[in-house]
Nanobody
Framework: DVQLVESGGSSVQAGGSLRVSCEAS????????MGWFRQAPGKEREGVAT????????RYADSVKGRFTISQDNAKNTLYLQMTSLKPEDTAMYYC??????????????????WGQGTQVTVS
């Protein structure tokens, strides 16, 4: 099994920056794609960014392109999401997800088998 623990969520002002992290543990050898999703109250969970664990290929939602950067430190089994130029509409619970390579190609929550508990990001 794979366990994911997010951290770093906070309240920030619009225009500010924030980095959230996700530490993975367990049988991570079966993980080929990791990603960040977010869910605002009353809205569906949406993809933010994904990255293949074996390389550097990334994918971003149009709404965050140019502002957010996903990265990973495989030695630390840690995934990051650097967020800049934050907007109030970025306010959401941010979830880390892990799964097979299909997740990176389809960018859908259903393609990820493992999820963290979420970390709240509030932009005002």
């Amino acid at each position: 099994d794979v366990q994911l623990v997010e951290s770093g969520g906070s309240s920030v002002q619009a225009g500010g920056s924030l980095r959230v992290s996700c530490e993975a543990s367990g049988y991570t050898a079966r993980v080929y794609c990791m990603g960040w999703f977010r869910q605002a109250p009353g809205k569906e969970r949406e993809g933010v960014a994904t990255i293949y664990t074996g390389g550097s290929s990334t994918r971003y939602a149009d709404s965050v392109k140019g502002r957010f950067t996903i990265s990973q430190d495989n030695a630390k089994n840690t995934l990051y999401l650097q967020m800049t130029s934050l907007k109030p509409e970025d306010t959401a619970m941010y979830y880390c997800a892990a799964g097979g390579s299909l997740g990176c190609s389809r960018f859908r929550p259903a393609d990820f088998a493992y999820w963290g508990q979420g970390t709240q990001v509030t932009v005002s």
